[in-house]
């Protein structure tokens, strides 16, 4: 199955440029996953730091920290996830 995974800010430095022969488009890559496959496992594949995946979302709806290695992903969905922002 295919999902959008999105990376925000230095997140972004994460992506490859390529992957399964597809090609980078900004700060964003299709994936092909298992069916079945979580968030969390999907953090996990790129080696995102714990501290740095903040705001996660699937489709524009925020997933709970807690909810992340329960929350599958589904054919066509985007992954979005931002760091904690700061600023004034």
Known sequence: MRITFKLF???????????DGRRR???????????????QQVVDRFNLPGKL???VLVDGRYVEKDARAARVLTDGETLAIWPPIAGG
Not at 31 to 36: D, K, Q, R
Request: aromatic letters at 0%.
């Open 9 to 19: 800010a230095m997140l972004s430095d994460h992506l490859p440029d390529e992957l």
């Open 25 to 39: 488009q900004g700060n964003q890559i299709e994936l092909e996953v298992p069916e079945g496959t979580t968030v």
């Open 53 to 55: 995946v903040h705001l």
